[in-house]
């Protein structure tokens, strides 16, 4: 049963704009355990699902080379991602698990907090089945297979930020009170919206960024872009619902692990030999 009493998430605060919020977006509790690699069954999908991943696939692609960081291109290239179909969610659980550990697990659409940090802290990534309809191609509020799949795992093909994610993982479940929302903030501006130097020049490592049209030009050219450090991201509040005016860069994902376990030790939330 939900706890009541929780904190909500930036999905379920009300829109500044006035505007509804999508019940797609309100968060649900699994009922048993997700299939895990083998054990997803690949849908049947239409040919206008797989003509909208083909758009989607290839609209991105356009974009993203001398854009997105070179961990990131490196990832779709490991995953074997092409425009002509949609992936099979059993074929990248065992190709990310070759490459560092993660499986993937198919969920039914955006989760509770408490299972969404759990299959991460067992390296199990949770990922939709269900791609965007045509009248969304262009923006969707609500979690698809695209953001997870094109968004999320070419990065967890990346050794570093494979590990930052599940130790994400394991201090969330630990956290309470202003802590959850600091780790909802660090969730935000570094696997959703993250910039890092690469090596020189900024590039983009986020989900959010790196599945969305607008957002990847947005993100370079109009964004203002601050030096990451956890203190300065987790004094800084967002919304879900608009292009994101404030963005931080990481020097590298080194940085990103290392900073991030000292301020989790600090506050309790892992061991000091996590």
Not at 73 to 102: C, F, H, N, Q, Y
Not at 120 to 144: C, H, K, M, Q, W
Not at 225 to 252: C, T
Request: aromatic content about 10%; some cysteine.
């Amino acid at each position: 049963m939900t706890n009541p009493d929780a904190p909500v998430s930036a999905y379920e605060k009300e829109r500044s704009d006035g505007g509804e919020v999508d019940p797609r977006c309100l968060p649900q509790e699994l009922d048993g355990d997700p299939p895990i690699g083998d054990e997803i069954v690949y849908p049947d999908y239409s040919e206008q699902d797989h003509a909208n991943w083909k758009f989607l696939f290839e609209r991105q692609m356009e974009m993203l080379p001398g854009r997105a960081g070179a961990a990131y291109l490196k990832g779709v290239d490991t995953l074997g991602m092409t425009s002509d179909r949609i992936p099979a969610l059993a074929d990248l659980s065992k190709t990310m698990e070759r490459a560092t550990g993660w499986t993937v697990a198919r969920i039914p659409g955006l989760l509770h907090e408490r299972d969404f940090f759990t299959l991460l802290s067992n390296r199990v990534f949770p990922s939709t089945d269900y791609i965007r309809g045509e009248d969304e191609l262009d923006y969707t509020p609500a979690p698809d297979l695209f953001h997870d799949i094109f968004g999320h795992m070419p990065m967890l093909t990346e050794p570093d930020f494979a590990d930052f994610y599940q130790l994400f993982g394991k201090a969330a479940l630990n956290a309470e009170g202003v802590d959850r929302q600091s780790l909802e903030r660090l969730h935000w501006f570094t696997v959703e919206f993250g910039l890092i130097r690469d090596p020189e020049e900024i590039r983009i490592f986020g989900a959010g960024v790196n599945s969305s049209k607008d957002e990847v030009l947005h993100a370079l050219e109009k964004a203002e872009q601050r030096p990451f450090s956890v203190d300065a991201v987790i004094d800084q509040d967002y919304e879900v619902w608009h292009l994101q005016p404030v963005l931080f860069v990481a020097e590298s994902f080194d940085q990103l692990v290392t900073e991030f376990r000292t301020w989790a030790v600090g506050r309790g939330l892992l061991q000091a030999d996590a």
